[in-house]
Nanobody, 118 residues
Framework: VQLQASGGGLVQAGDSLRLSCAAS????????MGWFRQAPGKEREFAAS????????NYADSVKGRFTISRDNAKNTVYLQMNSLKPEDTAVYYC????????????WGQGTLVTVSS
C-alpha cells in the first residue's frame, strides 16, 4: 500500500486549500481513509476520515463545518477540502488507511505542510 499526499502550501487566514492523497497497491473499498495533522510541538491528531465504499465521514470538532473529506473512486484519491483556514490549522497533514474493523491506522503517507498566516 502506498499513500502519496500532496497539496500543502502557504495561505492566508480565511483562504482555502485542497489536499490530495493518491492511494495505490490494493482495492480500498473496505478501508477507512483518514487525515491527521501534527502542529509544531504538538502530538499528531485526527482531522477527518471516510469509509471508502459507503462514503460515511467523521470529523474532529476543530475542523467540523470547515473541512470536507471526499474520495474519487476512479482516481483512487482521497481529498481534504479545507475552507476558512485559521493560523491554528498550520500543521503537517498526513493521510492514512486502515481496514474496517482494525483500530489502528496501518498505512501512512508522507506529510504535506500547510502553513496559514494571520
Amino acid at each position: 500500500v502506498q499513500l502519496q499526499a500532496s497539496g500543502g502550501g502557504l495561505v492566508q487566514a480565511g483562504d482555502s486549500l485542497r489536499l490530495s492523497c493518491a492511494a495505490s497497491g490494493r482495492t480500498f473499498s473496505s478501508y477507512i481513509m483518514g487525515w491527521f495533522r501534527q502542529a509544531p510541538g504538538k502530538e499528531r491528531e485526527f482531522a477527518a476520515s471516510i469509509y471508502w465504499s459507503r462514503g460515511n465521514t467523521n470529523y474532529a470538532d476543530s475542523v467540523k463545518g470547515r473541512f470536507t473529506i471526499s474520495r474519487d473512486n476512479a482516481k483512487n484519491t482521497v481529498y481534504l477540502q479545507m475552507n476558512s483556514l485559521k493560523p491554528e490549522d498550520t500543521a503537517v497533514y498526513y493521510c492514512a488507511a486502515r481496514r474496517l474493523g482494525v483500530f489502528e491506522y496501518e498505512h501512512w503517507g508522507q506529510g504535506t505542510l500547510v502553513t496559514v498566516s494571520s
